[in-house]
């Protein structure tokens, strides 16, 4: 049970410090995650330590975010052992990891992968550099996405664009020939 709790916690969990007092922590650890909280406890029963894990918990609104946990022992007034738990705010850590993750495997993907806004290359992958045969992505980010395509396919994707602008949010999948820029 929560004794004490200061008003960086209250606020992480968004429930008054007051209304913490006598809560189970467990309370505020999402369902998927209450196994690793207890092993993370066990190991710091048994060996005295336990390094700081990330857990998904849920806010008094019942709001999921990412948490980082460090439990150390300790002895209250009395002498009687206790547990203490530093929270912190891991959310935007574990987004900026996805992301990380998320850019990673689109960079080794075999897959060729091309981003582009207005019509202009603002990203390609090592795979599409390859595909077009530049000596690297920034010898084609920036270009105009039409001067890739062969010249009997340029009206047909010039529609799509404008489609595109228009407010549609995706195109249909359409196969297109390309044009390498190394001849």
């Known amino acids: ?33 209450q196994d ?11 060996t005295g330590r336990s390094p700081a894990r990330d857990l998904r918990m849920l806010n008094g609104a019942g709001r999921p975010f990412w948490a980082q946990l460090a439990i ?12 203490r738990i530093v929270l912190t705010d891991a959310s935007e850590r574990k987004r ?10 689109i960079e080794s993907t075999p897959e060729p992968m091309a981003v582009h806004r207005g019509g202009r290359l603002v990203y390609v992958n090592p795979a599409a550099v390859t595909l077009l045969g530049a000596g690297s992505a920034e010898a084609l980010v920036g270009k105009p996405i ?5 010249p009997e ?6 529609a799509r664009l404008v489609d595109i602008r ?5 195109a249909p999948m359409a196969e297109v020939q390309l044009l390498r820029q190394d001849g």
């Open 1 to 33: 049970l929560i004794v004490q709790a200061n008003l960086a916690a209250a606020t992480l969990l968004g429930v008054p410090r007051g209304a913490l007092l006598t809560q189970p922590l467990t309370r505020f650890i999402a369902s998927d995650d």
């Open 36 to 46: 690793t909280y207890y092993c993370q406890r066990k190991e710091l029963v048994q």
């Open 72 to 83: 150390s022992r300790a002895l209250d007034d009395s002498g009687a052992p206790e547990l």
């Open 96 to 105: 900026a990891e996805a992301e990380m993750q998320e850019s990673q495997e």
């Open 146 to 150: 039409i001067d890739l395509l062969s």
């Open 153 to 158: 396919q340029r009206d047909s994707h010039l």
């Open 166 to 170: 228009a407010g549609a949010t995706t």
